[in-house]
C-alpha cells in the first residue's frame, strides 16, 4: 500500500495524556469526528519512514529511550494549520523536545504539537471554541516512545524514556 508508513511518536505521563484526550473527547461528544487516527495514545510525531525501516528504528527507538531522560513539557497554546484542517495544543518549544526531535530526523520547518481534530477547515472553525472552553496552559511530561504503522494502524513497539 502506498500510503503506509512508520511513525515515532513521543508519548506523556498519565496526567497529561487525561488531560489531553479529555479534550478530545469532549470535541467527540460535541459531535465532532475528523479524519485522524483514533484509538492511540496522545502524542507529538518525531518523524515519519519507510516501513522497511522498521528493524531499524526498533533499535533506535530503544537505543533513544535508554539514552534520553523524561522532561518536561509546558502546552501553552492551541492552534491551526494544514490549510486550517489540523487542530492542535503545542508545547513551548524547548531544547529537550529540539533534541528529542533531532533524533529522529531534522526539526527544520516541524512544529511540535498534539492533534486534537483533522477535519474540514469549516468543522476546525466550529471546533476551536470548544477546545477553548476546557484548555488551558498546563504542565506536562514526555515520557515515552511509541512505534506505528499506518494505515492500517499497527502498534509496533511502545518504550519509557529513562527515569519515567
Same mark, same amino acid.
Given at each position: 500500500?502506498?500510503?503506509?508508513?512508520?511513525?515515532?511518536?513521543? $508519548?506523556?505521563?498519565?496526567?497529561? #495524556?487525561?488531560?489531553?484526550? $479529555?479534550?478530545?473527547?469532549?470535541?467527540?461528544?460535541? $459531535?465532532?469526528?475528523?479524519?485522524?487516527?483514533?484509538?492511540?495514545?496522545?502524542?507529538?510525531?518525531? $518523524?515519519?519512514?519507510?516501513?522497511?525501516? #522498521?528493524?531499524?528504528?526498533?533499535?533506535?527507538?530503544?537505543?533513544?529511550?535508554? !539514552?534520553?531522560?523524561?522532561?518536561?513539557?509546558?502546552?501553552?497554546?492551541?492552534g491551526?494549520?494544514?490549510?486550517?484542517?489540523?487542530?492542535?495544543?503545542?508545547?513551548?518549544?524547548?531544547?529537550?523536545?529540539?533534541?528529542?526531535?533531532?533524533?529522529?530526523?531534522?526539526?527544520?520547518?516541524?512544529?511540535?504539537?498534539? /492533534?486534537?481534530?483533522?477535519?474540514?477547515? !469549516?468543522?476546525?472553525?466550529?471546533?476551536?471554541?470548544?477546545?477553548m !472552553?476546557?484548555?488551558?496552559?498546563?504542565?506536562?511530561?514526555?515520557?515515552?516512545?511509541?512505534?506505528?504503522?499506518?494505515?492500517? /494502524?499497527?502498534?509496533?513497539?511502545?518504550?519509557?524514556l529513562?527515569?519515567?
Amino acid at each position: 500500500m502506498a500510503d503506509k508508513a512508520l511513525y515515532v511518536l513521543a $508519548g506523556y505521563d498519565d496526567n497529561t #495524556e487525561a488531560y489531553l484526550s $479529555g479534550i478530545q473527547e469532549k470535541l467527540y461528544s460535541a $459531535g465532532f469526528s475528523g479524519f485522524h487516527t483514533k484509538n492511540i495514545p496522545m502524542h507529538m510525531t518525531l $518523524g515519519s519512514f519507510p516501513c522497511e525501516r #522498521e528493524d531499524e528504528l526498533k533499535a533506535l527507538v530503544q537505543k533513544t529511550a535508554e !539514552e534520553v531522560s523524561a522532561f518536561d513539557v509546558t502546552f501553552n497554546h492551541v492552534g491551526i494549520f494544514g490549510r486550517a484542517q489540523v487542530l492542535f495544543a503545542a508545547p513551548d518549544v524547548s531544547q529537550n523536545i529540539l533534541d528529542l526531535k533531532e533524533r529522529f530526523g531534522d526539526s527544520t520547518n516541524w512544529t511540535a504539537h498534539t /492533534t486534537f481534530l483533522i477535519d474540514a477547515p !469549516e468543522v476546525i472553525y466550529k471546533a476551536l471554541p470548544h477546545v477553548m !472552553e476546557y484548555f488551558s496552559a498546563f504542565g506536562g511530561k514526555v515520557t515515552s516512545l511509541h512505534l506505528y504503522e499506518f494505515f492500517p /494502524t499497527r502498534h509496533i513497539l511502545t518504550v519509557k524514556l529513562k527515569n519515567a
